[in-house]
Structure formats: structure tokens, C-alpha cells
């Protein structure tokens, strides 16, 4: 059984930063993309950032400069770095992540997501 276990998040005051990370867990073959999305109260989920295998990096251009996104192949895990932090980056925030499992297909998995406040 695959799983994303994210940790960070919190309360910070604007200007501040904070530092995400998820953890792929289980019968891993590969993991292709991953990422972070997020959804504001009454708004749509949107991606925040993803990265390849080989490093091809894409960020939505509201946090271009300001957020970094990481990741460690060997241990399958993924961060997002988010300096210089706005009220509008208010959210809950979810690991995304396309994986093939020995015993299935590529499947795109989720984090439970994590808070992450901006105020103050």
C-alpha cells in the first residue's frame, strides 16, 4: 500500500517561511511527478509546483521567486520551501504524486494535507 505523508505547516506571520515535506511510503517501483497543490477556502485545488524525475521544475507564476520545490529520489520524498509568505498563500496544502507500485499501474496518489496559515 502506497502513502504520502506530509509534515509542516503552521502559523506564520507575512514576510515569514516555512517548509513543507512528504514522504512516499510502500511498495514503490518509481515515482514519475511530484508536487504540491493547494485549496484556499471556497476555491478550486491548483498546483503550486511539480517536479520530474530528472528535475524539470514548474511553478505557478504567483510563487516564482518566493517558493522552492525539492525532492530526493533515493528517498522518495518531496519539499516546497515558501519564503517571503502572503496572506493569499493561505491554504491547505497536499502532496501530489504519480507512482507505479510492483503491484499496479501508475496511479496519482494524495497527501492528507496539511494547514498553512499566513497572518497576523
Known amino acids: 500500500q502506497v502513502q504520502l505523508v506530509e509534515s509542516g505547516g503552521g502559523l506564520v506571520q507575512p514576510g515569514g517561511s516555512l517548509r513543507l515535506s512528504c514522504a512516499a511510503s510502500g511498495s514503490i517501483r518509481s515515482i514519475n511527478l511530484m508536487g504540491w497543490y493547494r485549496q484556499a477556502p471556497g476555491k478550486q485545488r491548483e498546483m503550486v509546483a511539480y517536479?520530474?524525475?530528472?528535475?524539470?521544475?514548474n511553478y505557478r507564476d504567483s510563487v516564482k521567486g518566493r517558493f522552492t520545490i525539492s525532492r530526493d529520489n533515493a528517498k522518495n520524498t518531496v519539499s516546497l520551501q515558501m519564503n517571503s509568505l502572503k496572506p493569499e498563500d493561505t491554504a491547505v496544502y497536499y502532496c501530489?504524486?504519480?507512482?507505479?507500485?510492483?503491484?499496479?499501474?501508475?496511479?496519482?496518489?494524495w497527501g492528507q494535507g496539511t494547514q498553512v496559515t499566513v497572518s497576523s
Open positions: 517536479i520530474t524525475t530528472a528535475g524539470t521544475i
Open positions: 501530489n504524486a504519480n507512482i507505479l507500485a510492483y503491484y499496479s499501474s501508475t496511479t496519482e496518489y
